[in-house]
């Protein structure tokens, strides 16, 4: 079906879209003939880009560039004061538009004008500053003009904190610009446009969110992975995947499954995950290693609280490993940073965290006996432990985080 823009809205109600009071022909430059078919491919696109990425956001930018004949588009989310953020923009050179990104967007007048517009407004750059203003600028002078960049119209999407969404569409210089004829289709597809931004910016504070939380178990000197509700891995932090990569006590077989060393202690560790499942107990255990050395030791519990809010639709259980030989000891600067210690006693305390005894500490650090107790005694009073066992229990406790700087 063929229809032109201003009986869009008679049709709208009928196929789900939003209905809009347009212009009649008379007042209306844009009376060109739009399919349904057309107009609804056009925010199928729009919304798949407000899940997917670059790509998708370019597909559609391209297809509403060219429904309102224009040529360049872009679709922002950027920081209302500077106007840096994520760009996506089209038929506009890869180089010209990062100069933009980085500092011509923060001194275009349209877009300081859209600070004070409500959020899915349309606008013209005619319309939202004097054209004085506009030729008188660095931004138009310096990039706008270099680059053949006349007229635009735009939505502005979203208003949320300090973020702004827009999506505009420009024509060339010598084009004449959009008129308030191409308001009407323009407000059919704010609402959408609206929607699919707010969607971008959940997505991209949820990923951002997941990538912080990633590289703070990266941090963790244990073994941490999410496991599924049937039981396979969802996620492991980097101390988890060198056990894993060691294959000595804990090891991963296809279809993300955990398997231990024996066939009694893999039983064991599913045992604990399906407690953890369906109880929602959790337990613990040591696992035996092929190559001899210290048990791992094991913590399986279910997922609770706020992270199973998050996670509960892909994860179901979270397990804890600690291999004991795998001594973390946090470097003799930091030591000394947070316990005032001197260079030597910051060294001596590192051996003695090692387990090593003072004759040991001695001989590896070609000094007398005498010499390191006297480190040791001061090391002792800062901090606050008096028996080598309490400072490298203390010393222990530190190598939570796989290293400080």
């Known amino acids: 079906m063929l229809l032109k823009v201003n009986e869009l809205n008679r049709v709208s109600a009928g196929t789900g879209m939003q209905a809009m009071m347009c212009p009649g022909p008379e007042n209306m430059s844009?009376?060109?003939?739009?399919?349904?078919?057309?107009?609804?491919?056009?925010?199928?696109l729009i919304y798949e880009a407000a899940v997917g990425g670059s790509e998708e956001?370019?597909?559609?930018?391209?297809n509403l560039s060219d429904l309102f004949g224009g040529w360049t588009a872009n679709a922002a989310l950027v920081d209302v004061r500077t106007f840096a953020g994520q760009w996506d923009a089209v038929r506009i050179d890869p180089a010209s538009f990062e100069s933009y990104a980085q500092y011509?967007?923060?001194?275009?007048?349209?877009?300081?004008?859209?600070?004070?517009?409500?959020t899915g407004s349309v606008y013209f750059d005619h319309t939202t500053t004097p054209q004085n203003e506009m030729i008188m600028s660095e931004f138009y002078n310096d990039w706008a003009r270099p680059n053949d960049l006349g007229g635009c119209m735009g939505v502005l999407a979203l208003r949320e904190d300090s973020k702004l969404g827009l999506v505009c569409i420009s024509r060339p210089l010598h084009k004449p610009d959009f008129d308030e004829g191409?308001?009407?289709?323009?407000?059919?597809?704010?609402p959408?446009?609206?929607?699919?931004?707010?969607?971008?910016?959940?997505?991209?504070?949820?990923?951002?969110?997941?990538?912080?939380?990633?590289?703070?178990?990266?941090?963790?000197?244990?073994?941490?992975?999410?496991?599924?509700?049937?039981g396979a891995l969802q996620f492991s932090n980097a101390a988890m995947k060198d056990i894993l990569e060691q294959r000595d006590g804990l090891q991963i077989v296809q279809g993300g499954l955990i398997i231990a060393s024996t066939p009694a202690t893999t039983r064991t560790i599913r045992r604990m995950i399906e407690k953890a499942l369906t109880v929602g107990k959790g337990s613990s255990t040591a696992l035996g290693?092929?190559?001899?050395?210290?048990?791992?030791?094991?913590?399986?519990?279910?997922?609770?609280?706020?992270?199973?809010?998050?996670?509960?639709?892909?994860?179901?259980?979270?397990?804890?490993?600690?291999?004991?030989?795998c001594v973390v000891l946090q470097s003799a600067e930091c030591l000394r940073e947070i316990f005032g210690l001197t260079a030597?006693?910051?060294?001596?305390?590192?051996?003695?965290?090692?387990?090593?005894?003072?004759?040991?500490?001695?001989?590896?650090?070609?000094?007398?006996?005498?010499?390191?107790?006297?480190?040791?005694?001061?090391?002792?009073?800062?901090?606050?432990?008096?028996?080598?066992?309490?400072?490298?229990?203390?010393?222990?406790?530190?190598?939570?985080v796989r290293s400080v700087a």
């Not at 956001?57 to 391209?62: C, D, E, G, K, S």
Request: hydrophobic share 45%.
């Open 30 to 44: 844009f009376d060109a003939m739009i399919s349904v078919d057309h107009l609804s491919r056009i925010i199928s």
């Open 57 to 62: 956001w370019n597909t559609a930018l391209l």
């Open 104 to 118: 011509y967007g923060a001194l275009n007048p349209v877009n300081h004008a859209l600070t004070t517009l409500p």
């Open 182 to 190: 191409y308001r009407a289709a323009m407000e059919l597809l704010a």
């Open 192 to 230: 959408h446009l609206k929607l699919a931004m707010q969607v971008r910016q959940r997505l991209a504070t949820s990923r951002s969110e997941c990538a912080l939380a990633c590289s703070a178990l990266d941090q963790l000197s244990h073994g941490v992975m999410l496991l599924s509700p049937s």
């Open 289 to 325: 290693r092929p190559t001899g050395k210290q048990d791992l030791h094991v913590l399986i519990m279910p997922i609770s609280g706020a992270l199973s809010e998050r996670v509960q639709a892909s994860a179901g259980a979270i397990m804890f490993v600690t291999d004991p030989e």
């Open 344 to 400: 030597a006693e910051a060294i001596v305390a590192q051996e003695i965290g090692t387990g090593a005894g003072v004759k040991q500490v001695a001989r590896r650090l070609a000094v007398s006996e005498t010499t390191v107790r006297t480190h040791l005694q001061k090391v002792f009073v800062k901090t606050g432990t008096d028996r080598q066992a309490r400072l490298t229990k203390l010393l222990a406790s530190l190598g939570v």
